[in-house]
């Protein structure tokens, strides 16, 4: 078992952690903190954390995307919330599994709501 198995939310069905922070979206828009959740797509599926979920290893103290993965490859990632409107909104912005694409982005984009959320892509692609 992983470090933070306990931690982590298999979105692969689509759906929500059963304690889910709700963001209202006039602050979603800033991306801010409070309610982000870090996602990625791996060989198994989507997963999500908490980002405020505390990572003592780490300097910034709170986990990162390799914390989902266990530093082993993903397909993509970025930064999520869960809007007060039932949205969900998502970023591709991992400096390590970021999108390099707008071709990857769509694609993101159209998994996620091939999972069922009604999703809005907050930002163009990154190079991390």
Known sequence: ?????????DATD??????????????IKYERSVGRYLWVIDRYGLKLIL????NNA???GIVCHTNITGGEPALQGGELWFGDDGKVYINNKSGRYGSATPVQD???????VSLGYDV????????G
């Not at 078992?1 to 939310?9: E, Q």
């Not at 689509?14 to 602050?27: A, C, F, L, R």
């Not at 980002?51 to 505390?54: K, L, S, V």
């Open 120 to 127: 809005v892509q907050l930002s163009g692609h990154t190079t």
């Open 51 to 54: 980002e405020a979920t505390p």
């Open 106 to 112: 769509a694609a993101v984009f159209d998994y996620f």
């Open 58 to 60: 780490l300097a910034r």
């Open 14 to 27: 689509g759906g929500k952690p059963s304690e889910t922070i709700v963001t209202p979206v006039d602050e």
């Open 1 to 9: 078992m992983a470090l933070f198995d306990d931690f982590i939310f």
